[in-house]
Every structure is written in C-alpha cells, then in structure tokens.
C-alpha cells in the first residue's frame, strides 16, 4: 500500500482541503485540553472545550451552512483500519499532528454491503490542514503517521451524528448498518466492534499501516 498526501490529485474523489479559515484556537484546544490514550483511540462526539470556541462557532456557518454542528475529537494511537463508517454528510478533520485516514468509496460496497479491504486507500494529512471527507467517502478512526507519536483530530460533524441508538421502522436492507444516529458501520470481523452488534462486511485482510510509517 502506498501513502499518499491529502495534497495529491487521488484525494481529489474522496475530499478536499479546506482552505482560508483560521483554525489556531481549534488546535491549541486540542493540544491542552484533551487527551492522547496510549492505546486505542477515543472518542467524543462534543468536546465543550471546542464547542465554546469563538473561532468553532464561525467555522460551523463555514463548513455546514448554519446547521448545528458539533466539534468533537478522536484522539490515542492506531495503524488498523477495522472498520469503514460513512454518514449523510460531509466529515471534518484536523490533526494537532500529521495523521493518515484510510478511505474507500461507498460506491465500492456490493449489493450485499460487503466491501473488498483492497479497496482501501491511505492518505497523510499534515499537522494544521483542515480536510473535509465527503459523505460518499468511506472512514474510520484515523491512523497515526508516525511510530512515536499518537494524534489528536478534530472531528466535526451535524449533532447527533455517532452518538444514542438508532431504531429504523422499516425494512430497507441498509438498515442493518445503522449503528447509531447519522452512522453506517461495516467492520472487519477481526474488529471488536462485531462484538457490539457492528455489521461484519469487510473481507480480506485487516489493513495495518504499522510497517509503512517512520
């Protein structure tokens, strides 16, 4: 697997560089206030620490149009991919430090909601670039890019998205992916989330960047 840069034309069909906002109380906030797990990464749906900022209530009107949003944060250390979620909008990333996400498309997933894990593309986001992940874009936890060195990520998404129990009342087969609000999982069945009911519908191997990062 190669890494590529979120500055290179491949990124173009699964995001974009958001340029011309300022972002430097997002990332202090982050770089003080919130913490990097040793393990595993962590998440928070809606960081108050954030959601107080002067600077996240301008970004909001920017990124989303006025809708509400909420500026959360997924922190710790990871190489997997484990699992591909995607949502009815847009995703917002931006990492204290540089990080890498793996994404695939949801146009690659079959009709039977399995996708291929070589489908999987990986890209290096450097410290302080705002990226937006499109909704067609499948993602998960970010990945580090660096062996000694976790990351801090901002997330910011509508409210309510990743967070209570979503109960859908009809029959639609995609229904079974739904994991919580505005949240379509599929997981690798090595992944710990089939355990808690996630749909296993990534084959092949479980992707590990572990030996392609300095």
């Known amino acids: 697997m190669k890494i590529y840069s979120v500055t290179d034309k491949e990124f173009a069909k699964y995001g974009r560089i958001v340029n011309g906002v300022e972002v430097d109380q997002i990332l202090k906030t982050l770089t003080e206030k919130t913490p990097c797990p040793e393990n595993a990464p962590d998440y928070v749906a809606e960081e108050p620490e954030l959601q107080s900022l002067p600077q996240a209530k301008v970004l909001a009107d920017t990124l989303f149009g006025g809708m509400p949003t909420q500026f959360g944060w997924c922190n710790g250390h990871n190489t997997k991919l484990n699992c591909f979620e995607y949502h009815r909008s847009s995703e917002f990333n931006l990492g204290t430090e540089d990080f890498i996400l793996l ?112």
């Open 103 to 214: 994404l695939a498309l949801e146009s690659d997933i079959d009709e039977n909601f399995h996708i291929d894990s070589s489908k999987t593309m990986a890209f290096k986001v450097p410290a302080g670039v705002l990226v937006e992940v499109y909704a067609t874009s499948l993602h998960y936890a970010p990945c580090q890019a660096h062996k000694d060195k976790g990351f801090k990520v901002l997330v910011a998404l509508p409210q309510m998205t990743n967070v209570g129990n979503a109960k859908p009342n009809g029959d639609c087969p995609e229904d079974r992916l739904l994991f919580a609000r505005n949240k379509w999982l599929i997981a690798h069945p090595e992944a710990g989330e089939v355990k808690s009911g996630a749909f296993a519908g990534i084959d092949g191997e479980n992707i590990d960047i572990k030996d392609l990062i300095d």
